[in-house]
């Protein structure tokens, strides 16, 4: 099923770095956890694009909340990656996001998975 095109007030180049960055650490969570799920999609939210994305990859251990989140939950250094990882993919996706004036919000519930929503304001084209 095709959608209308939405577009977003932002660096295409940041937005998608953000965007691979989420991605990316959603697979490893799919793989070492033995997940299923990867799920991306769009839609317009309260006047603003929203990027909805989702996994099956266990949840992430120091996140077991609702809502907006912020550099001090993804800190560099900060990771729950096994045998790789810095906590920089993170840490640079929400400052991409939040240069671009959007807004990161996760839902994670352990041995589930992780639910992004990633918030942009409207271009009006």
């Known amino acids: 099923m095709f959608h209308e095109k939405i577009y977003i007030k932002a660096s295409p180049f940041e937005v998608l770095q953000a965007i691979e960055n989420i991605v ?3 697979i490893d969570a799919i793989v070492e956890h033995n997940g299923n799920s990867l799920k991306i999609t ?3 939210v309260n006047s603003k694009a929203c990027i909805h ?3 099956t990859g266990g949840g992430i251990k120091f996140i077991e909340r609702s809502g907006n989140v912020g550099l001090e939950e993804f800190q560099v ?3 729950t990656k096994i045998e790789h990882g810095t906590g920089w993919g993170m840490y640079s996706a929400i400052i991409n996001i939040a ?3 959007g ?3 996760v839902n994670s519930l352990k041995g589930i998975g992780t639910t ?3 918030l942009f304001n409207l271009d009006g084209r």
Do not use: A, P, Y
Request: glycine share 10%.
């Open 24 to 26: 990316q650490n959603c």
């Open 42 to 44: 769009s839609s317009i």
């Open 53 to 55: 994305i989702e996994d």
């Open 77 to 79: 250094g900060r990771t």
């Open 99 to 101: 240069q671009n004036g």
């Open 103 to 105: 807004q990161l919000s």
């Open 116 to 118: 992004f929503e990633v």
